[in-house]
């Protein structure tokens, strides 16, 4: 099962979770419901290599994938999605 970390909030990840609606071999997991949930999302975006270049750019990087061997990407279409043309939600406003 592909685990996907994301936000209701966030367009991007609303534009995937829309398109895995029904698939069995996905698994949503909104950072956003319980501290518990944030805890596990930053305990991998802390260290993996997939977030060192938006790591201090402002970015979150959400929607996060996690393939069932446990690589990260940040790209819907490693996983067989698509991207919304218009993306990377930041902290300073850009993007969203």
Known sequence: MIKIYGMKTCPDC???????EGKSE???IDIGEHVKNMKEFISIRDVDPAFDEIRGTGSLGIPCFVREDGSVTLAPEDVGLKSRE???CRIDGKGC
Request: negative net charge; proline residues 0%.
């Open 14 to 20: 609303t534009f995937v979770e829309e398109q895995i």
């Open 26 to 28: 996905f698994q949503v």
């Open 86 to 88: 218009k993306s990377a």
